[in-house]
């Protein structure tokens, strides 16, 4: 899944999403003001969360997971 179907479907049904870069536990969810929160509760902007995150490889390789 590429990171703009998995954005837009945790912001619209409020669902967890996963890179594969990240770790076993790791997953983040998209809030309706487009706020990302992680799995330990951090929230940041997307932007602020895209910034160390904008190579080519973090375009694709999302997915859905269920908690």
Do not use: Q
């Amino acid at each position: 899944m590429t990171r703009f179907e998995a954005f837009e479907k945790s912001a619209t049904t409020g669902c967890a999403i996963k890179h594969r870069f990240f770790s076993e536990e790791e997953f983040i969810t998209i809030n309706p003001y487009n706020k990302i929160i992680t799995d330990d509760g951090y929230r940041f902007s997307i932007d602020e969360f895209l910034k160390y995150r904008n190579s080519k490889e973090w375009e694709t390789d999302w997915e859905v997971i269920e908690l």
